[in-house]
Nanobody, 124 residues
């Protein structure tokens, strides 16, 4: 069992940066691939970024590639999403999720544990 709690969201202006954190509990955290998803009002939950259990491989949606960076510190049971050059279209609730699969999935149904989300609002 893994529990995850996101933090770090807020209201920023276009061009600003934010770093989201995802603190996880559970002894087997280091064996889970982790994903970041986001959901804007009235839209579906979309994949943003993912990182393998070792942290050796990261994956990004085209819309954030080059601006967002996922990382993890297994010693601290924490995953991060560094978001730079934020745009108004990045406004959404951001969710962290853990998957027991070895590889990162782009599909939300392949994640086992979810946090409650943290809100990111980017003003123009």
């Amino acid at each position: 069992q893994v529990q995850v709690v996101e933090s770090g969201g807020g209201l920023v202006q276009a061009g600003d940066s934010l770093r989201l954190s995802c603190a996880a509990s559970g002894r087997t955290f280091s064996s889970y691939a982790m994903g970041w998803f986001r959901q804007a009002p009235g839209k579906e939950r979309d994949f943003v970024a993912g990182i393998t259990w070792s942290g050796g491989n990261t994956y990004y949606a085209d819309s954030v590639k080059g601006r967002f960076t996922a990382s993890r510190d297994n010693a601290k049971n924490t995953v991060y999403l560094q978001m730079n050059s934020l745009k108004p279209e990045d406004t959404a609730d951001y969710y962290c999720a853990a998957s027991h699969y070895d590889s990162v999935s782009y599909y939300s149904h392949e994640y086992d544990y979810w946090g409650q989300g943290t809100q990111v609002t980017v003003s123009s």
